[in-house]
């Protein structure tokens, strides 16, 4: 049982770094690719890979139940609607969620996938503050040496190089740089809070992983909906809530809601912590695909030592400090 759970653990570790390297070279492409009509809205995509979220949930819940379409209806009725105050707790992690997602497309419309990867890794910071205020955990000294690590290697990763372009360009290159900057630091402190009240309502219930995705993803699709009618309403109304619509753009939708569930497993067999720390595995991947395919990406000195300032944090974190065998003989 015990090397069964592990076995899953490290299965769904390894699928959420594929992903998370997938979704973000993708969104990356999507939004600086250059095509003519209008490019489709980051509200929308988020709207739409909620729905998707919420119908693999479902689906996820009646294979639980063997197929059998009576006993689905009476979960999602038993833990959905007859427990009203239970789902409402959902309501504040989907609602930062959502604005997460969104702010990731912001970030990704102005920073390159390399350096998007390594500066999100302060989300691990995030995650272990709130898991230690949160959860009560305690982290050893391996853990705060590397959450120091983490955040010279993400200063390194930031820091300003000097440029052989124009005046003016460098400047609109600095002003968009710093509203991606901006944006993933917000993502980082959401994602933090989130991820960890997310894990405390999963460890406190006996309910279905999935179930409780449902519920997210249906506040989710209402909190992204909104947001979706009040800041891009006029163009959802002049070319419909799909406009922009191509292969990429339904692979990033699919790859965004595929990471919702895989989180879930994650959180499930591992720890909030682990699956931040997982993830940053793909920025050598994220690294290597922006320079050799996407072209956006020319790595400096300065770039690669704060990099291997954060992988090495990620291999510092999981450190565990063995005790030294007693010598003393009774």
């Not at 479902?58 to 009576?70: G, K, P, T």
């Not at 007859?82 to 504040?92: E, F, Q, V, Y």
């Not at 609109?172 to 740089?177: D, E, I």
């Amino acid at each position: 049982m015990s090397s069964s759970h592990s076995r899953l653990k490290y299965v769904s570790l390894g699928i959420l770094v594929v992903q998370t390297t997938s979704l973000v070279l993708t969104m990356r492409y999507s939004r600086t690719l250059k095509e003519e009509g209008p490019r489709y809205l980051a509200s929308s995509a988020v709207v739409s890979a909620e729905v998707l979220k919420i119908f693999t949930c479902i689906l996820l819940v009646f294979r639980e139940h063997n197929f059998n379409l009576r006993a689905l209806n009476r979960v999602l009725k038993e833990e959905i609607v007859s427990k009203p105050m239970d789902t409402m707790k959902l309501a504040i992690p989907a609602g930062i969620y959502t604005l997460q997602n969104n702010l990731l497309y912001v970030a990704l419309s102005n920073l390159d996938a390399a350096t998007y990867q390594v500066t999100y890794q302060l989300k691990i910071l995030t995650t272990a503050l709130f898991s230690v205020s949160m959860l009560g955990k305690r982290l050893g000294l391996y853990q705060w040496l590397s959450l120091l690590i983490l955040m010279a290697g993400v200063a390194l990763v930031q820091w300003p190089t000097e440029s052989a372009d124009g005046a003016d360009q460098k400047l609109a290159s600095t002003g968009s740089q710093l509203v991606g900057l901006m944006a993933v630091l917000v993502a980082c402190l959401s994602s933090g809070f989130a991820g960890v009240y997310f894990e405390k309502i999963l460890k406190e219930t006996k309910q279905s992983v999935w179930v409780r995705n449902i519920q997210l993803g249906l506040f989710g699709f209402v909190f992204g909906s909104i947001g979706m009618l009040v800041y891009d309403g006029q163009r959802v109304k002049e070319s419909g809530m799909f406009q922009g619509y191509n292969g990429v753009a339904c692979t990033v939708v699919v790859l965004q809601a595929l990471g919702g569930l895989v989180i879930a497993a994650v959180i499930k067999y591992a720890d909030n912590i682990l699956k931040g720390f997982a993830t940053s595995i793909s920025i050598i991947m994220s690294t290597l695909i922006s320079y050799f395919l996407l072209e956006d990406f020319n790595p400096t000195s300065v770039f690669f030592m704060g990099a291997v300032l954060v992988i090495a944090a990620t291999f510092l974190y999981s450190h565990e400090r063995k005790p030294a065998p007693s010598t003393i003989k009774v």
